[in-house]
């Protein structure tokens, strides 16, 4: 008795630590890269049933219902909500969406398991932890699959030490400076995150000319941008789609 007790606690130690290692990023990682696996074959099969309609719409002279069922083809496929289907896939669409939900369930589950793991983690009573989560299984019940994130080149080790760029900047739209509006923040392994009323999170790499980063951004709206960051030493600049930001080290 007294082995198995131990036995037991053991094993509730070890289920700790693993909440505690876990991050919302890993757990949308391993749910997107489960649920890609176990969409391809339901994705396969309803554009091989679809491509023989969408061939008969274009013999039958509607290219306008053909180009219909095309986008609405990879919206199904995507998981995105096709409000009126056209009438030659509406049945196709329910019997997908059915078999889609069955082909995510075991990803689902253990992504939704490992939530409330870390929930009930040390971890979870952090605000930006839960905040982070709230999105994850958002993304989940929704029965969506986000677009895995590019892994860019790491930049050289240390690279950011070693050219003595700071790592945390503050965030203006004045050359003034006379008003933050928020903070970026840079990172030795490539990935930065910008904090203000429109957050977003990218990747950054060198490039021929030390002061200069060439910058991928995601937005909140999901919408790519592509800039640099031009140094110079505790001053930068970045020019965005909404204007030229300006920087200055913390």
């Known amino acids: 008795m007294k082995s198995f007790v131990i036995l037991l606690l053991l094993t509730s130690a070890f289920v700790g630590l ?4 876990d991050t919302p990023e ?5 749910y997107r890269a489960k649920a ?13 049933a679809t491509l023989p309609i969408i061939a008969n719409l274009v013999k039958d002279g509607d290219t306008v219902g053909a180009d219909q069922v095309k ?10 909500s096709v409000i009126s289907p056209h009438p030659k896939v509406a049945n196709l669409f329910v019997l997908y969406d059915s078999a889609r939900l069955k082909a995510l369930e075991p990803a689902r589950k253990s992504a939704v398991a490992r939530i409330d793991a870390l929930l009930s983690s040390s971890s979870g009573k952090k605000l930006e932890i839960v905040e982070s ?7 989940i019940q929704s029965g969506a699959v986000a677009d895995a994130p590019s892994v860019p080149s790491a930049p050289p080790r240390n690279f950011l030490r070693k050219n003595k760029i700071p790592t945390r900047w503050g965030y203006y739209l004045s050359v003034r400076y006379d008003k933050r509006y ?4 840079l990172k030795e392994d490539g990935t930065l995150s910008i904090e203000t009323a429109s957050p977003g999170v990218g990747t950054w790499t060198v490039t021929s000319n030390p002061t200069i980063l060439a910058v991928d951004i995601k937005n909140a709206d999901n919408s790519p941008e592509k800039t640099e960051i031009v140094l110079n030493g505790a001053e930068a600049v970045m020019k965005r789609k909404s204007g030229v930001r300006y920087l200055k080290a913390d």
Request: aromatic letters at 0%; a neutral charge.
């Open 18 to 21: 693993l909440s505690a290692a």
């Open 26 to 30: 890993a757990i949308a990682a391993d």
């Open 36 to 48: 890609s696996v176990a969409l391809e074959s339901v994705n396969m099969t309803l554009e091989k």
């Open 71 to 80: 986008t609405q083809l990879k919206a199904q496929q995507k998981g995105e």
């Open 133 to 139: 989560l709230v999105k994850v299984r958002a993304e």
């Open 182 to 185: 928020g903070t970026l923040i």
